[in-house]
Antibody, heavy 122, light 108 residues
Framework: QVQLVESGGGVVQPGGSLRLSCAAS????????IHWVRQAPGKGLEWVAS????????YYADSVKGRLTISRDNSKNTLYVQMNSLRAEDTAVYYC???????????????WGQGTLVTVSS | EIVMTQSPATLSVSPGETATLSCRAS??????LAWYQQKPGQAPRLLIY???TRATGIPARFSGSGSGTEFTLTISSLQSEDFAVYYC??????????FGPGTKVDIK
């Protein structure tokens, strides 16, 4: 079945770095734009970053611009996000989510991964 | 950036009753609006896209309506598994995609 599985979360000190991965299966990964969405503890959903199906374009929320880099390896069916200069306010569960349909520029998200927790704390 | 608001913040409903959730956009998003359900400790699940199209496997008791700036998610005959937080999301003008703050539906 269509599935996304995140990994790489953990505890990191302020100013530190972390790389998250999102492994995809059950669909043609190279046909779909993919997004990262995060959720701080007890809070709502915040879109973080997106990458086009072929990696040609990348988009970032202002809150992470310059500190996060999204990338993908279509040969490995895997999405990545490199997170640098981490702050306490980056503490959240990070979800990867697939654009709902391959065609068109309509970015509802389906499915979502189970999420990976990033905690920024000294 | 399009700001999404949802009301009420919390909705207390008895099983078997109907819940009506509202979502408003700060400017028109046409019909480019999705609804998600999230239960504690779980990832969000897509319910509705295109304002009114149910996602695969979503029961018919979930229905969406609206266009422009005003949207509604209606859950008829609430089941125990429907008590959760519901988020709306616009994807008409992106980046950024934006979400509403959520409505928690709990048991009355």
């Amino acid at each position: 079945q269509v599935q996304l599985v995140e990994s790489g979360g953990g505890v990191v000190q302020p100013g530190g770095s972390l790389r998250l991965s999102c492994a995809a299966s059950g669909f043609t990964f190279s046909d779909y734009d993919i997004h990262w969405v995060r959720q701080a503890p007890g809070k709502g959903l915040e879109w973080v970053a997106s990458i086009r199906y072929d990696g040609s374009k990348k988009y970032y929320a202002d809150s992470v611009k310059g500190r996060l880099t999204i990338s993908r390896d279509n040969s490995k069916n895997t999405l990545y996000v490199q997170m640098n200069s981490l702050r306490a306010e980056d503490t959240a569960v990070y979800y990867c989510a697939r654009k709902g349909a391959a065609a068109g520029d309509f970015h509802w998200f389906d499915p979502w991964g189970q999420g990976t927790l990033v905690t920024v704390s000294s | 950036e399009i700001v999404m608001t949802q009301s009420p913040a919390t909705l207390s409903v008895s099983p078997g009753e109907t819940a009506t959730l509202s979502c408003r956009a700060s400017q028109s998003v046409s019909s480019n609006l999705a609804w998600y359900q999230q239960k504690p400790g779980q990832a969000p699940r897509l319910l509705i896209y295109g304002a009114s199209t149910r996602a695969t496997g979503i029961p018919a008791r979930f229905s969406g309506s609206g266009s422009g700036t005003e949207f509604t998610l209606t859950i008829s005959s609430l089941q125990s598994e429907d008590f959760a937080v519901y988020y709306c999301q616009q994807y008409n003008n992106w980046p950024p995609v934006t979400f509403g703050p959520g409505t928690k539906v709990d048991i009355k």
